[in-house]
């Protein structure tokens, strides 16, 4: 027991050291997006503005902010003025935090897994600039990995003043941990006993409800014009689409192809049903959103104006692929218990088909919790896919520090591509 005691230990301090030291890499690369960035950026305009606001312990709000506090609260703690460094120090809290929540599923590879994590290219740009993304999915993945709720609802509260569509992630923590207790011989005993349990997560819910009714039925704190909820069902295509783009080499191998083929093949009868059913949803629950062409800043903009808006058949072209990314993710978490991959592909639709923009840093949180699920297959392949999404976000960097343009409305402002 005490050796057992002294590993775990040592493991974490193993851990903390690595990622002591990505987070001051981190630093590194924020210190450099000062240089080449010295001003706020985009949505940092608000969030910037609204933490000096609080720095300067004025609490007044800002309607054109639609997320909660958490971040401007962080940053008080030392960080006014220098705001983007708050997620230098968070990276290591997220580091740690997604091999615990990988360790849930499986012990392979947990390193090299939460470093493909961290370079998800969505996720790691937006970490460089004063966004909540980071410190979103960082409590997430505490949260989660906490055996007991009680502690896990704080985690889950940050989460939430961090980002209200937290609180989905946050019921799917309370529904499989009621379901763990349950036990069908004494199923109102042992329902009520779990009910009991979860006490802290169930005022967390009162508590969203209480917000949701004070702020007139609605989930955005401002901006509410701009952030209707819509049913916009493609976006969970979009994200699975994306998801299979980005983790790539995980897909490209033998095995899998073959597997994925053979489902093709052997059935298509049902894959044709799939796909009148994908067809469907294109043509009733595809939205452009006014921001989506409004902004040329977005690598969203680009890939609707050269595809979507090519010709209207194009945006039906892609239903295959949609199916096979479907495929893909089916394939790659074949050994995730039923009920619990139920939770996830409900939670996702629910967190995303209410968004009405296309906007690929939505899919931060479903596409972290599956990739820590994933049973990587060697060593090799993870070196290959840690290569391939540094790849990307070497690129993107570069056209964001290195390519900037101008609009003619605003020739004296430099603008930058981004996610």
């Known amino acids: 027991m005490v050796v057992c005691f002294f590993s775990v230990v040592l493991t974490i301090y193993l851990l903390g050291i690595i990622g002591a030291i990505l987070g001051f890499i981190h630093g590194v690369l924020v210190w450099y997006t000062y240089k080449k960035v010295p001003k706020p950026y985009m949505d940092e305009i608000f969030h910037v503005n609204q933490a000096r606001r609080f720095c300067a312990l004025d609490f007044s709000w800002n309607e054109k902010i639609t997320t909660p506090p958490a971040l401007y609260l962080l940053s ?8 983007r460094y708050t997620n230098s120090v968070l990276i290591p809290f997220f580091y740690v935090g997604a091999v615990r929540f990988r360790k849930l599923f499986t012990n392979e590879q947990l390193e090299q897994t939460a470093l493909i994590v961290l370079l998800l290219p969505m996720l790691f740009h937006s970490s460089l600039l004063y966004y909540t993304d980071l ?8 949260g989660f990995s906490c055996k ?7 985690f889950f509260f940050v989460a939430v003043l961090t980002r209200q569509t937290n609180i989905v992630w946050a ?17 109102v005993r042992s329902l009520c006993y779990g009910l009991i349990r979860l006490w802290s997560l169930i005022g967390l819910a009162f508590i969203f409800v209480l917000f949701f009714i004070l702020n007139g039925y609605r989930i955005a704190l401002g901006d509410h014009s701009a952030h209707e909820p819509r049913f916009h069902f493609m976006q969970v295509y979009y994200c699975f689409s994306l998801l299979c783009i980005i983790s790539a080499p995980l897909f490209l191998q033998k095995k899998v192809l073959l597997k994925v083929f053979n489902e093709f093949i052997t059935k298509p009868i049902r894959n044709s049903l799939y796909c009148i059913i994908i067809l469907l949803c294109i043509h009733f629950f595809t939205f452009e959103h006014p921001y989506l062409l409004a902004d040329n800043r977005h690598f969203t903009f680009y890939i609707w104006r050269k595809w979507f808006k090519r010709h ?3 945006r039906y072209l892609v239903a295959p692929f949609y199916l096979l990314s479907l495929y893909m993710f089916k394939q790659s978490i074949h050994h995730i218990n039923r009920f619990l991959l139920l939770l996830f592909l409900t939670a996702s639709i629910v ?29 090799l392949r993870c070196f290959i896919e840690i290569l391939y999404i540094s790849m990307i976000n070497a690129v993107v960097l570069y056209l964001f520090y290195e390519k900037p343009f101008t609009w003619k409305s605003a020739p004296e402002k430099l603008q930058r591509f981004m996610w």
């Open 171 to 187: 019921g799917v923590y309370g529904v499989a941990y009621l379901v763990k207790l349950i036990d069908f011989r004494n199923i």
């Open 135 to 142: 410190l979103s999915i960082t409590t997430l993945l505490w």
């Open 76 to 83: 008080m703690l030392g960080f006014c003025g220098i705001e």
């Open 351 to 379: 967190a995303l088909a209410p968004l009405p923009l296309f906007e690929t840093r939505y899919y931060i949180v479903p596409f972290v919790l599956w990739r820590l699920c994933v049973k990587s297959q060697s060593q």
């Open 312 to 314: 209207w058949l194009c």
């Open 148 to 154: 007991t709720p009680t502690l896990a609802s704080v």
